[in-house]
Every structure is written in structure tokens, then in C-alpha cells.
């Protein structure tokens, strides 16, 4: 007997092969690649004139970009403010939104939470693999859920539950997860990567077909990417990550693919004991607790989308103990900072050689942007000299190899966030105070061309301090 063909496919990009290889040559990853059984194709007509007289023309579905109408009504508001940010405005009708995150972050939490507001308005049919809809009536008090607009079933045949949608016709679809969904005409287990893609596929002609938005729980594997193959990313139309640490109560909801919006923005949320809650004000959290007169910590306001977010930065700067010393990094790069080390030691004749070196971004948060080099470079001198920068002094800019301060993007609505605050003095490049007008704010603004510079002003300000309170004394 004929033995049956078999491929192998990778699980970082979904990339086939006929034979097994220990890396793959389409994304470069190793051991990803898992043997799987090929989808047997669709029995067509063997004769190209029988094709051609199955084939039905589309022309009578050609629409002019013109006539189509863009009703104002597209988007469904989710009674979350942080996540219609996320989403760009709202949910889009005939979406699909792919929510991803490590177990127990809060992905089932605020799909849930979202059905008590839309419920109001909207019918909205929940749909879970992994859970009975006894248990999902358990977690609906907790988070006091008591919409009659929620229905609930417990099933992981996607074709029934397509079947299911098509037949009610909800305003709103949640499937949780797509990794426990079974397309039975594929022999593979719930969660293989043909298992995944094929579900996805045919939940996305449903969406679009009916012009229903539908929100998907996505697992996460071990590198924290979604499990499954890229080409699912590539199929829904925005893709949700939750970020932040499980012993910490705060939460990041960032978009990696939006096609309705910006990706670059975040919302923060709060995990309480009654779900989620939302964070208005994420700079106020980042700071709430930070110490006075202490060296190594320094603010930076990075932009995340259109919002200005201020971030403590924390360094450590203390001899070693081992004939190597240690350098780490929570929430900033490490390959950064190891440059920033060497241009201080370089440009401004700081030792950093014989020192660990801890750097920490409060709160869980990410400092992914080039803006805060100085603010990073400002903990690092205040930790080696033991120096404390003034709690009032916020600095952002990007540091070259050469020592210089380069411009940076978006800095009004910088200074406007760090004027809220309470900041009182704003180093930043100088080539950005071109484009403003410093008198227009209440805050000292301060321009510095290289490092050298942004260590002068800061031991400016602090002996004017020093003088103005020897004369109050």
C-alpha cells in the first residue's frame, strides 16, 4: 500500500517542505518544523472547458470607489475607552481582531467585560472551546456581567458554529480560543498549524459575508509570539497584544496590525479583583511612588502614538564581584545600553569597566524609543557619582556614537505632558527648540548639543539649588 505524502511545515511562518529540516529557509528559525498530514484538495473538473463554464464573473459586484458610502455607524464603540484607542476609533464592522497574550493576563477578562456595554445596543454570541457555559456564568458575576443580550455556547466544530452565526445572525462574535477550534474535514489535532489557518480562514468569510465583527483569543508559545503560523496574523485585520508581567497588576494592550487604525498606540489597564480597569492617566501611574533625593533614577517621555508617557528610568551603577561584571536590563534594551556605556566612557570620560550595571523601567513599562537615551545617560552618571538628579527635571533626545544629542519628534506634546506633571525644567536637543516657542511654557526649557553639555546643566541646577536653599536657611 501506497504510503501517504507528508509535510513539513514550519511553526514560526507556516512555510511547507517535503522533508524535514533543522532550519527553516524561509525565516531562519530552528526546530520548527512538525510533520503534518497535507489538506486533501477540492475535486474539480479535470477538463480546463468544464472549469471555464463553473467559473461565474464577478462584474456585477464591480463597485466604484465613489458610490461605495461610508456610514457613520462602521464602528462599535466598546464602553472601554483605552481599548477603542487601541482599536482606532471602535470596532470595525466585518473585522477580525486577534486578542493574543501569556495565560491569565486578561484576554477572556475584557472580551467579556466589553458584552455588559455592548449588550445594551447589540446582540453579541460567545463562543468557547475551552470553557462550559456554566463556568463562563461564574466569571459573568464576578465581573458582574448581566447583559440579556449574551448568549453562549460551548462547542469547537467551527463549521457548526459558522452554520450557527450564519443562522442567528449576532451583531458581535467572540471565539475563545481558536487554538481548541476542529475543522473536521482536516486530520489533524485542535491547535496544529493547518487546524489553525483553516479555522481562521473560514471564520474571515463569515465576517465578511455578513459584515460581523469577530474577536478571537489567540494562545501565546514560548517565545511569547501567538501559536500557530505568521500567515494567521496576515489573515485578521488587527492583532492585539497584552503585555506586562502576571505578579504585577498593571496592563499593556498594544497593536502589532491595525488596518482601521495606528499601531503604535497603547491602553493601559489595571487588573482588580472585579476585571479590568482602565488607566486614564498612565504617566501618573508610572510615577506614583518614586523616591526623593536618590541617584540613578531620571524621567523620560516617550510617545506612544499620539500619547506622551512619562517613565521613570532606575540604574545601578556598584563594583563587582565577579571577574566579569553584569549588565542588565528590564524593559530597555540591552544591546542599547551596552552602546550608551561605551559613548559615556568614550564622549564624557566616565569608568563604567570594573561595575555592574542594573537598569530598570518602573512599572513594567517598555522604553523602546530613541528619545530616552538621555534620560538613560542621566541615571547612569547619577549612579556612578552617586548624584541625585532633581526630581523636577524631565530630558529626552537620542544620543550618537559621537556623544551628540540628536533631534527628536513630537516635542510639544511632550513638554505639554511633563508640564502637567509638575516638571519644572526640560532638557532636551537643541535642535528641537527650533521648532517651538520656549517663552509659551511655564517650565525652563534647556537646549544641549552632546552629552558633555546635558551633565553641565545638570550641575548647574543643582548648585543653583543648593544656593537658593543655603538662603532660605
Known sequence: MARSKILYVCSNCGFESSKWNGRCTNCGEWNTFEETEPVAPVKTSSSFSQQQTSVKSLSDKLSRLGEIGADTDVRYHTGLSELDRVLGGGLVKGSIVLVGGEPGIGKSTILLQICQFLGEEHSILYISGEESVRQIKLRADRLNVTTESLYLISSNDVESICSTIEETEPDIVIIDSIQTMNHRQINSSPGSITQVRECTNLFMH????????????????????????????????????????????????????????????IGVFEMMDSGLRQVENPSEMLLSGRPKNVSGTCVACIMEGTRPILAEVQVLATKSGFASPRRVTTGFDYNRMAMLVAVLEKRAGLFFGTLDIYLNIVGGFKLDEPAGDLSVALALQSSLLDKPVDEKIIAFG?????GEIRSISHVPNRI???ERMGFEVCILPKQSIKGINPSSYQMRIIGVSNIKQAFAAINKIAREKEATDKGED
Open 206 to 265: 463569515t465576517a465578511k459575508k455578513l459584515e460581523i465583527p469577530i474577536f478571537i483569543v489567540g494562545h501565546v508559545n514560548k517565545d511569547g509570539a501567538i501559536a500557530g503560523p505568521k500567515v494567521m496574523e496576515h489573515i485578521v485585520d488587527a492583532v492585539l497584544y497584552f503585555e506586562g508581567e502576571r505578579h504585577l497588576s498593571y496592563r499593556l494592550l498594544r497593536a502589532v496590525k491595525n488596518r482601521f487604525g495606528s499601531t503604535n498606540e
Open 398 to 402: 537620542e544620543i550618537g556614537l559621537g
Open 416 to 418: 505639554r505632558e511633563a
